[in-house]
């Protein structure tokens, strides 16, 4: 079946300006995170929705940065103002509910700010 | 949080088995340990997990030490597509709260030669 699909796949941009990343999840899961990993750096989390529940914006790293799900299906991140240490890859993930459910990642967004 | 120590990288032979060894000697009684793997420009891939019994599916076995400080994943028969950065971590399920943000160490880079 269909994984989690993420667009674009990469994205350019200029510093100041704002961007929005797409994450499709997996029919069904109710579970979705966004996660980016730096060059060379491991992952680091940044949000994380369950169905109604409010979500986990813990990992948010400023006011930049934003995420909503609607309808509990396709989420949006949403980083304004973009800074060159903004480039990174975006991961998103899904996952059905329960202890243990692995997570199933896309391919992520790879930003480039210049 | 309980952590866990990877070799750097490793080699391999196409079509011969692999050992990727995890160290986690401070493993808690509720932490299961889970694999994934990461192939160039793609996202994490879940490879499997486990508690305490040794655990079999179609991409890999997960062999856990009876004291459970260390854990080897073994793929039997390596292929080229195995290429990849290897993560060992641990899900810690018996205090709840936020044990679904992955953190993913530095992990083991596993050539497979031709």
């Known amino acids: 079946g269909a994984g989690v699909s993420q667009s674009p796949s990469n994205k350019v941009t200029e510093k100041g300006k704002d961007v929005e990343l797409r994450c499709d999840p997996i029919?069904?899961?109710?579970?979705l995170y966004w996660y980016r990993q730096s060059l060379g750096q491991g992952l680091e989390f940044l949000i994380y929705?369950?169905?109604?529940?409010?979500?986990?914006k813990s990992g948010l790293p400023s006011d930049r940065f934003s995420a909503e799900r609607t309808g509990g299906s396709v989420s949006t991140l949403t980083i304004q103002r973009t800074q060159q240490e903004d480039s990174a890859v975006y991961l998103c993930a899904s996952s059905r509910l329960g202890d243990n459910q692995p997570q199933h990642f896309g391919d992520g967004t790879r930003l480039s700010i210049l | 949080d309980a952590k866990t120590t990877q070799p750097n990288s490793m080699e391999s032979n196409e079509e011969e088995p692999v050992h990727l060894p995890c160290n986690h000697s401070?493993?808690?009684?509720?932490?299961?340990i889970h694999w994934y793997r990461q192939l160039p420009s793609q996202g994490p891939e879940y490879v499997i997990h486990?508690?305490?019994?040794?655990v079999n599916n179609r991409m890999a076995s997960l062999a856990i030490a009876e004291d459970r400080k260390s854990s080897t994943l073994i793929l039997h028969r390596a292929t080229l597509r195995d290429a990849a950065v290897y993560y060992c971590i641990l899900r810690d399920w018996g205090r709840g709260g936020s044990n679904y943000k992955l953190t993913f160490g530095k992990g083991t880079l596993l050539t497979v030669n031709p």
């Open positions: 486990g508690l305490t019994s040794n």
């Open positions: 929705f369950q169905g109604n529940s409010a979500p986990d």
């Open positions: 401070t493993i808690s009684g509720t932490d299961y």
């Open positions: 029919s069904g899961h109710t579970a």
